[in-house]
């Protein structure tokens, strides 16, 4: 396995998933499972993140993110592969 992982996914989460704690919520169980990647906010209400781990720990963090935190209400996850660079570790990025 590479140093972040095999398996690199991009996700956008759409619902109430913003004003919910998503993205702090998102890089606690990331960094739980080991995981590689950064999560933001979208001004369009929607929040996104790349994850990068091994299989199961992608598969556990996809699990994860469509229930997501108490207080939010995911409606989709869409899933594509990530091609961009990713670093060690897991980040808050700011709102795009």
Do not use: Y
């Amino acid at each position: 396995m590479g140093a972040i992982g095999d398996t690199r996914l991009r996700v956008l989460i759409s619902g109430r998933v913003q004003g919910v704690w998503f993205r702090a919520w998102t890089q606690q169980e990331a960094e739980k499972l080991g995981l590689s990647g950064w999560v933001r906010n979208l001004t369009d209400g929607r929040v996104e993140a790349a994850f990068a781990g091994s299989s199961a720990q992608v598969d556990e963090m996809l699990r994860l993110c469509r229930r997501g935190p108490p207080l939010a209400r995911v409606e989709s996850v869409e899933v594509d592969d990530h091609h961009g660079p990713l670093e060690s570790g897991f980040h808050l990025r700011p709102t795009v």
